[in-house]
């Protein structure tokens, strides 16, 4: 079992910074694909950013240049640096965690990010 544990979620104005945070516990392998997902209301989950425990990374189209995520291996975390923030960033956004033993992964409680225009 892995557990992942969002934060840094909040209410932003448009053009502004949030970071979140993601720590993950529990049996967590070495090698892994830890990634953001959001969700806003009335829309399909959708793939934020993705990276590797080599530290590849992919973004969506509408995030990139904008959006940076990163990990600490030692501390079992990711992040992700969110800056020129849009009222369509508003969503819920999760943390998921995907290993060779675990195809399914695991997914975070959701951290709300709401920016007002």
């Known amino acids: 079992q892995v557990q992942l544990v969002e934060s840094g979620g909040g209410l932003v104005q448009a053009g502004g910074s949030l970071r979140l945070s993601c720590a993950a516990s529990?049996?967590?392998?070495?090698?892994?694909?830890m990634a953001w997902h959001r969700q806003a209301p009335g829309k399909q989950r959708e793939l934020v950013a993705v990276?590797?425990?080599?530290?590849?990374?992919n973004y969506a189209d509408s995030v990139k240049g904008r959006f940076t995520i990163s990990r600490d291996n030692a501390k079992n975390t990711v992040y992700l640096q969110m800056n020129s923030l849009k009222p369509e960033d508003t969503a819920v956004y999760y943390c998921a965690y995907v290993d060779r033993s675990n195809p399914a992964g695991y997914w975070g409680q959701g951290t709300q990010v709401t920016v007002s225009s």
């Open positions: 990276i590797t425990t080599g530290s590849t990374t």
């Open positions: 529990g049996s967590i392998f070495s090698i892994n694909v």
